[in-house]
């Protein structure tokens, strides 16, 4: 059962013409770990890559939200005329008129809801009798 290596039969290992075999080995060595480390830098920058898309995506949900931030207060600002010409009918001077003339700039009266006027006294004195 026991057998002889075959190890010092190999040229590379024993000396004379497998002496060339050696630098082989050596170039195939740095190739091996230039690539090792060619695919460590390929990680790193999968990695950086992956943080950068996470980031990215956050900026995203953050940049919706301001957007429909933004909708809301165009939604507002877009209504202050029709606040200012309702508050402008109930605006009167002494003589009863109007203070504020009517802009031609103005948006059409006739989307703007009927506004009706109640006499809360009124209402106070049916609702005690």
Do not use: C, Y
């Amino acid at each position: 059962m026991n057998r002889q290596s075959t190890l010092a039969a190999r040229p590379s290992h024993a000396g004379g013409p497998g002496v060339r075999a050696a630098p082989a080995s050596q170039s195939v060595a740095s190739k091996l770990l230039e690539k090792r480390q060619e695919w460590e830098a390929i990680a790193a920058l999968d990695d950086a890559t992956a943080e950068i898309v996470r980031t990215l995506e956050k900026i995203a949900a953050q940049s919706n939200i301001m957007a429909d931030g933004g909708r809301a207060v165009a939604a507002v600002m877009a209504n202050w005329p029709n606040v200012l010409h309702i508050i402008s009918l109930f605006t009167k001077d002494a003589s009863g008129a109007a203070v504020a003339d009517e802009d031609p700039d103005e948006p059409n009266t006739s989307d703007l809801p009927r506004l009706v006027r109640i006499d809360a006294n009124g209402l106070t004195q049916a609702n005690g009798n």
